[in-house]
């Protein structure tokens, strides 16, 4: 009798403590426990079919296998990722709802728009997945054969050239108003909505050049319907050895990727987040993934989350500070 009301007492004095502590500290083990044991949500910013949409269905069916569980891709297309962003950002911190984020999203956006749906500094980084090779391209019936000649003719006749790109605020975007800025060139921006539409209208020389990624370009090239006049990369493609960088042809400090990294909301319990972490770097080494994505065109470019975030805060440095020398807004 003694002994079950000291039992009774212990375990009283138990619930109570329990109920003392910050929510956090009780729910992040329950959490963690059994880690996953339903289905995941991974949002894309972009439409299906796309290089981002290969990139999570590419390594989204790697991580189902690695974990056990299914990995849903949901395409969240729209204004320059927001949407996405916002909807992540709504989600439970729970491990069940992770999203593609790239340079739009983490670095472009906050710079680029007076007011967000989303905060950048609440999307939790997981890692780095691939870097996309950006290439400026014309029609053929430009005429020009390097960017160097290109930007030339344009200096010559300023805003009689234009230029599409994916959308405004994409890295597609910036990567050519870097350019501009580095040619002291104005050339017009045609923003699309999405790759198809701005391609499209490129190969029907409606819009005479764009920078496009190798993922959509380099069919296009190898056809010979689009112009490969320069690489945006430190070093030459190993898929176009023959197009020189920006930097041969004296653009200097034009080095420039699309890139995208894994992240979740803010608050994610620290195991499951280095659980995710894990087998997403443990996804991308995987031989079969490796070579489909770089098949494709892409670099695959995998880190922790602490490299994440340095890389990102790097990137915030360098394009803020283009984007407000340039005047750059969008609403």
């Known amino acids: ?22 929510l956090g500290l009780i729910a992040a083990p329950a959490l963690a426990q059994g880690y996953p044991n339903k289905p995941i949500r991974w949002l894309v910013p972009y439409p299906a079919g796309g290089g981002s949409d290969f990139l999570a269905r590419t390594v989204g069916a790697q991580l189902s296998t690695q974990l056990g569980q299914s990995v849903v891709i949901e395409n969240r297309p729209g204004a320059a990722t927001a949407i996405a962003a916002q909807e992540l950002q709504r989600a439970a911190p729970d491990g069940y709802t992770v999203m593609s984020a790239d340079n739009a999203t983490l670095v472009f956006n906050a710079a680029l728009y007076p ?33 160097r000649e290109l930007f030339e003719a344009a200096r010559k006749q300023p805003g009689k050239l234009s230029y599409a790109s994916v ?61 490969a006049l320069g690489v945006a990369s430190k070093n030459r493609l190993a898929v176009l050895p023959d197009v020189p960088t920006f930097e041969e042809q004296g653009i200097r400090d034009s080095e420039m990727f699309a890139w995208q ?71």
Do not use: C
């Open 261 to 331: 990294g894994l992240v979740a909301p803010q608050g994610l319990p620290a195991d499951i987040s280095a659980r995710l972490s894990s087998e997403l770097h443990k996804a991308l080494a995987a031989p079969e993934v490796a070579k489909k994505l770089t098949d494709f065109g892409l670099e695959v470019t995998p880190s922790d989350p602490a490299r994440m975030t340095q890389y990102t805060q790097a990137e915030v440095q360098r394009w803020h500070q283009l984007i407000k020398a340039r005047g750059l807004r969008l609403e």
């Open 115 to 147: 007011k967000l749906t989303y905060d950048p500094a609440q999307l939790a980084p997981l890692g780095l997945m691939a870097r996309f090779p950006l290439i400026l391209v014309t029609h053929p019936s430009l005429g020009h054969k390097t960017a």
């Open 1 to 22: 009798m003694i002994q079950a009301r000291r039992t009774h007492l212990q375990r009283r004095t138990l619930l109570a403590a329990a109920a003392a502590l910050p």
């Open 167 to 227: 959308g405004a605020g994409s890295p597609h975007h910036l990567a050519f108003e870097l350019l501009k800025d580095r040619t002291q060139t104005f050339i017009v921006h045609v923003p699309y909505r999405g790759a198809a539409p701005a391609v499209q209208d490129v190969l029907g020389n409606q819009v005479p050049m764009m920078m496009i990624d190798t993922a959509v370009g380099l069919p296009h090239i190898r056809a010979g319907r689009l112009v």
